[in-house]
């Protein structure tokens, strides 16, 4: 749990319906540092939608469309096969993604980082909760950063 990114996520209302881009950028953020523990290249491709969503490239329709192929990708993904388990990395990665878009932030935000600290270091690494430190730091920087560029490019009301 990363107390210090669910605190600013409820100071910022993260929630509400008009901080719905900054979820998905906020998602889209945290699933893009993970990016390379993908192994599907059609994960990859639903998160690349993700991203020309945000540059105002396609419309939300297609991205509901990517959103429900994540999903259907991340329910499906078959884990590890080797005895490392090294594949968990790849299937949080790939529920980070999903969950990125469905504008689920704060559960993208919490896969990404396990697979970020699976991907270091595998079991050991993810069962000592200092390991997540420097990814809890990114993200509640990366929020507070998206944060403040969202508040300036919003029109006055």
């Avoid at 990114?5 to 008009?18: I, S, V």
């Avoid at 594949?87 to 689920?104: I, P, Q």
Wanted: charged share 25%; with cysteine.
């Amino acid at each position: 749990m990363n107390a210090s990114l669910e605190r600013l996520a409820k100071q910022l209302d993260l929630e509400a319906d008009r901080n719905q881009r900054l979820r998905l950028a906020f998602g889209h953020a945290c699933a893009l540092r993970v990016e390379h523990l993908l192994e599907e290249q059609e994960v990859m491709d639903c998160l690349a939608m993700l991203g020309r969503y945000l540059d105002g490239a396609i419309a939300h329709e297609r991205l509901q469309q990517a959103c429900a192929q994540a999903s259907r990708l991340a329910n499906r993904h078959q884990g590890s096969k080797s005895i490392d388990g090294c594949g968990h990395a790849a299937v949080s990665a790939t529920y980070a993604v999903a969950s990125a878009l469905a504008g689920k932030a704060l559960r993208a935000a919490e896969y990404a980082a396990y697979a970020a600290v699976y991907g270091q270091g595998g079991y050991g690494a993810v069962s000592d909760p200092e390991s997540f430190e420097p990814e809890f730091a990114w993200q509640a920087d990366c929020l507070a950063s998206l944060a403040t560029r969202e508040a300036d490019w919003r029109p006055a009301r």
